[in-house]
Nanobody, 126 residues
Framework: QVQLVESGGGLVQAGGSLRLSCAAS????????MAWFRQAPGKGRNIVAAINSSGGSTYYADSVKGRFTISRDNAKNTLYLQMNSLKPEDTAVFYC???????????????????WGQGTQVTVSS
C-alpha cells in the first residue's frame, strides 16, 4: 500500500509561483514513475507532468511547457511540481499519482496510475 500526500497549494495572483510537494510512504518510492494531474471545475482530470523513476525522463503537457518543472528526490520520497508564470486557467485541484510499473516508466493516461493523493487546490486570480 502507498500513501501520497500533496501540499503547497493555495491562492496566488497571475504571474506568481507555487511549489507543490507530494510525500510518499509505504513502498519503495524510487522504483516507480510518477505524475501530476489536475482537475478544473466541471472538467475531467488531465495530466500535467510526469517523471520516470530515476528522474531522467520527463513529460509535460503543452499547456505548461516552459512554466512548470517536475522533479523528485528519491532520498526524501518526495515528488515536486514547481509552477511559475501561473495563469487563471491553471486553477484546479492538483493530484500526484504513482504508477506500478516494473520498468519505472511514466504514462500519460490516468488509468495507468495505481495510487493517488487526496489533491491540493491551486487558485490563480487575475
Amino acid at each position: 500500500q502507498v500513501q501520497l500526500v500533496e501540499s503547497g497549494g493555495g491562492l496566488v495572483q497571475a504571474g506568481g509561483s507555487l511549489r507543490l510537494s507530494c510525500a510518499a510512504s509505504g513502498r519503495t518510492f524510487g522504483g516507480y514513475g510518477m505524475a501530476w494531474f489536475r482537475q478544473a471545475p466541471g472538467k475531467g482530470r488531465n495530466i500535467v507532468a510526469a517523471i520516470n523513476s530515476s528522474g531522467g525522463s520527463t513529460y509535460y503537457a503543452d499547456s505548461v511547457k516552459g512554466r512548470f518543472t517536475i522533479s523528485r528526490d528519491n532520498a526524501k520520497n518526495t515528488l515536486y511540481l514547481q509552477m511559475n508564470s501561473l495563469k487563471p486557467e491553471d486553477t484546479a485541484v492538483f493530484y500526484c499519482a504513482l504508477r506500478l510499473s516494473y520498468y519505472g516508466d511514466y504514462a500519460r493516461q490516468e488509468n495507468d496510475y495505481r495510487y493517488w493523493g487526496q489533491g491540493t487546490q491551486v487558485t490563480v486570480s487575475s
